[in-house]
T-cell receptor, first 115, second 112 residues
């Protein structure tokens, strides 16, 4: 079973529209990260949220961490073709010994923004 | 500041051969993580190295192995390659004690 479920799997919208993608789990995470990945490249870290209820904004992107730290959402306002990519959420369940953390990734939401 | 680098960019092997993939972390990062990204399966955790030691491994057979060198660079070895090993292999690095991982561009491994 997938620890982190992302929805929708695929999303195709017109330039200028708003959208929200979700990342849900039955597990509690110490922190949750969002990445964007373009074809043939590695994921690029967009944001990390660590506090339940936390909201972070990155230009037209708004990230929210659920109060119970089990879910998160990413909202994009006025989407642009440059927003096209695979959006991945990744959660860490806390210190796993030896001084570092291990992330669990969702399968991602593939977003296409049509000009 | 240079990001995480990986080599080679592409690697084509035949079934049964061995593949070696390399990763150099961001300067100052001591932890290196390896992930496999196959079509439709998302990122699957493979291995985690820190301070030269293997700290954890994912649910992969022993023919997936690696090591971390004194300069914190890392190598992933895949023995007895199978067709289903074809994937993008991603390396990430982090500061010790940090949950933020930074990824390299990946190595595309194709097994024919």
């Amino acid at each position: 079973t997938q620890l982190l479920e992302q929805s929708p799997q695929f999303l195709s919208i017109q330039e200028g529209e708003n959208l929200t993608v979700y990342c849900n789990s039955s597990s509690v995470f110490s922190s949750l990260q969002w990445y964007r990945q373009e074809p043939g490249e590695g994921p690029v870290l967009l944001v990390t949220v660590v506090t339940g209820g936390e909201v972070k904004k990155l230009k037209r992107l708004t990230f929210q961490f659920g109060d119970a730290r089990k879910d998160s959402s990413l909202h994009i306002t006025a989407a642009q073709p440059g927003d096209t990519g695979l959006y991945l959420c990744a959660g860490d369940q806390g210190y796993s010994g030896a001084g570092s953390y291990q992330l669990t990734f969702g399968k991602g939401t593939k977003l296409s923004v049509i000009p | 500041e240079a990001g995480v680098t990986q080599s080679p960019t592409h690697l084509i092997k035949t079934r049964g051969q061995q593949a070696t993939l390399r990763c150099s972390p961001i300067s100052g990062h001591t932890s290196v993580y390896w992930y496999q990204q196959a079509l439709g399966l998302g990122l699957q955790f493979l291995l985690w190295y820190d301070e030269g030691e293997e700290r954890n491994r994912g649910n992969f057979p022993p023919r997936f192995s690696g090591r971390q060198f004194p300069n914190y660079s890392s190598e992933l070895n895949v023995n007895a390659l199978e067709l289903e090993d074809s994937a993008l292999y991603l390396c990430a690095s982090s500061l010790q004690g940090s949950y933020e991982q930074y990824f390299g561009p990946g190595t595309r491994l194709t097994v024919t």
